[in-house]
Each structure stands twice: as C-alpha cells, then as structure tokens.
C-alpha cells in the first residue's frame, strides 16, 4: 500500500509539472520516506535490507519493451518472477 502511494503521487506530480526531482523514479523513491528524503529511503528500503526479493515497476512501457525487460530480469534471477499486475 505504501508503494501505492508512493508511485500515485509521483505520477500526479509528473502530471502536473511540480516533480521535487529530475525524473519518476526518483520521484517514487523521494515519496517513499515520510520526511521525502531519497537518501532516507533507500536505507530504509535499499536493496542492502533485502537479500531475496527485488520489484519493478512499469510505467507507460510498450508491451513488446515490459516483455524484453522481463526476460532480462528472469535472466538476472534466474527464477520465475511472478506478475502483480
């Protein structure tokens, strides 16, 4: 849910032109600390506090491109990755 969050205000803000950083992933990340601090963020929610799971999220990807990133994840893992959609 916080995610959710996080990545509905990024979008809104990208909507309405008043983004706090230069580009949407950024802009997720800074929305998911409470104090809106990037730096904060990642500690809390870094890939150093987690060793067995990763997320990704799409936004206004071509099918064909969602695909091809995909498979390359799979690649990296080497497991099925499961779709949340």
Not at 25 to 41: A, C, D, K, R, T
Not at 48 to 72: H, L, M, S
Request: glycine share 6%; hydrophobic share 40%; charged share 20%.
């Amino acid at each position: 849910m916080h995610l959710n969050i996080a990545i509905s205000r990024a979008i809104i803000n990208k909507r309405d032109g008043k983004m706090k950083t230069g580009n949407l992933g950024n802009e997720i990340v800074y929305f998911m600390h409470p104090q809106h601090s990037i730096q904060l963020s990642l500690q809390k929610f870094g890939v150093k506090n987690c060793t067995e799971a990763c997320f990704a999220i799409y936004i206004d990807f071509p099918p064909g491109q969602v695909d091809v990133v995909t498979a390359d994840m799979r690649r990296f893992t080497h497991s099925m990755l499961p779709d949340l959609n």
